[in-house]
């Protein structure tokens, strides 16, 4: 089963940009489509977007639709979250997520995300 780091968070104002990248280790990533999750204090954890295995197609949730973009480098085993245009209410701890087939069943530890106003 793959393994899952996050990295990439912080503190950055309303308006500002971060990466978050994802890596993985022990097992074949380029088999794996993966995610993005997030979850906010008090909130259920909520679909971010996600990237496919092959021909890297790519879905968002409207939320983040044109501000946020999911990439990855199957040489480098990582995949990516380029944040833009952030606003508060993006505030969260950011997950990304392995799916082989079914449902995504691998997790990382989370990375916090906090946009300040």
């Known amino acids: 089963q793959v393994q899952l780091v996050e990295s990439g968070g912080g503190l950055v104002q309303a308006g500002g940009s971060l990466r978050l990248n994802c890596a993985a280790s022990g097992g074949s990533f380029s088999s794996y489509d993966m995610g993005w999750f997030r979850q906010a204090p008090g909130k259920e954890r909520e679909f971010v977007g996600s990237?496919?295995?092959?021909?890297?197609?790519?879905s968002y949730a409207a939320s983040v639709k044109g501000r946020f973009t999911i990439s990855r480098d199957n040489a480098k085993n990582t995949v990516f979250l380029q944040m833009n245009r952030l606003k508060p209410e993006d505030t969260a701890v950011y997950y990304c997520?392995?799916?082989?087939?079914?449902?995504?069943?691998?997790w990382g530890q989370g990375t916090q995300v906090t946009v300040s106003s």
């Open positions: 997520a392995a799916r082989w087939r079914g449902d995504f069943g691998s």
């Open positions: 990237i496919s295995r092959s021909i890297y197609s790519t």
